[in-house]
């Protein structure tokens, strides 16, 4: 599978390509004004597209998860610890068990929704 980049990069050696030469004498050797805001808004474009957008989404998503933690969840923090939710504070931590007894208290950021996503889809049966 192709990067991004590559097809971004092909993408801008497109555009580009269609650039008059700055020598061009009918035009007294400059190039357009015009021309030259429409490639920089396209560049913004194809930026705020494939690395804003995405990135805005991806953070959401995870404000959501977090909010929606509740007792019982099986959890994967972001340093690998595996526990169950045992309580959840007011003041953005959880009491996460991590075995019999034996109780952590961490920050709700703290939680991979990544890993706890793919831990909880091992568990379950697939449907078919």
């Known amino acids: ?6 097809y971004l990069t092909i993408f801008l050696f497109t555009i580009s390509s269609c650039v008059p030469p700055q020598g061009d004498s009918a035009k007294g050797g400059q190039s357009s004004p015009y021309f030259t805001f429409v490639f920089m808004g396209m ?20 404000k959501n998860f977090v909010e ?4 019982g969840d099986k959890v994967v923090t972001i340093a690998g610890i595996h526990g169950t939710i045992n309580k959840v504070n007011e003041d953005g931590t959880i009491n996460l068990e991590v075995s019999p007894g034996s109780y952590m208290k961490i920050e709700k950021s703290a939680i991979s929704m990544d890993w706890t996503n793919q831990l909880n889809k091992v568990g379950t049966p697939e449907k078919k």
């Open 1 to 6: 599978m192709k990067s991004i980049f590559f």
């Open 43 to 62: 560049i913004i474009l194809v930026f705020w597209l494939f690395f804003i957008r995405p990135q805005a989404k991806k953070a959401k998503t995870q």
């Open 68 to 71: 929606n933690l509740q007792k």
